[in-house]
């Protein structure tokens, strides 16, 4: 190599002792900044969640989750109306019945508060994507998310039939996407086989396929009043300590027909997106639980934290590991402050 060359090369030290690689050159100004972005969040990554009731006028507060209500039909579709306009396009439906039984009836009755609720969303604003929901935790007087076995034991197989019927009956309200969150064995081929004997080809599936066991979810539970009357969860939602074994749940639910691969809870599980982001082509969707949001608004509220700043650092943070769809608390939120920045 000449001298010249030499000393034009590439090297950690320039003259004098001084780096010649300095990351800091393009970090100089937001415009420089700006145009090495290398992840963007968009209102419409989000997903908005949505508890609804039955009844008139019912917007109640959910205690843990300052800015979430039980809202009744009237008030859901404003608060759907709020985030079409603020540019999310999808919301995710959970319903809080007004009778719960052994068999989560409401969960598959074509009147059920999801049916309804979705039916009115449907016919207001067609364009609004309307995700739904399939488990029987918010329906069964027990808490569990499927039917028990006289043992107390959550019956995998006799749960599958009633998690398609549910599906069924959402899709012919017309939902547009439909969501098993219950950890059942088989339970994407069940809603599959379901939705094209009825007809509904076309209904694609989210799945909730690696779903870990979290104390992430306790805000939800009062919000969906769904808290199990005795044991917990652990017998159908996976170990959090199991990466390998999420990748495996991720391959079977994509076998058995999922159009899109969800990991939930998020934050805690960033590398379980993100090996689920290298291994699948299929869409990957991310659930920012109840308990993400919770910590935040708490935090903020007692002046400890910056609330928006943090909030759009962590949906970054899903967005940067692999999640084409992030289901958010934070949807409106976050949509009305990516818009006013930019
Ligand atoms: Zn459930």
Known sequence: ??????????????????????LRRMRQSATLRSMVRETVLTPSDFVYPLFVTHGQGVRTPILPMPGQFQVSIDNLLKEAAEAQSLGVPAVLLFGVPSDKDDMGTEAYDDHGIIQEATRAIKQAMPEMVVVTDVCLCEYTDHGHCGVLTHDGVVDNDSTLELLARTAVSQARAGADIVAPSAMMDGQIAALRAGLDDAGMPEIPVMAYASKFTSAFYGPFRIAAESTPKSGDRKAYQMDGANGREALRELEQDALEGADVLMVKPALAYLDILSQARARFEHPIAAYNVSGEYSMLKAAAAAGWIDEDAAMLEMLTSIKRAGADIIITYFAKDAARLLRSNG
């Open 1 to 22: 190599m000449s001298e010249l060359l030499k000393r034009r090369a590439p090297s950690a030290e320039g003259a004098a002792g001084f780096p010649q690689v300095r």
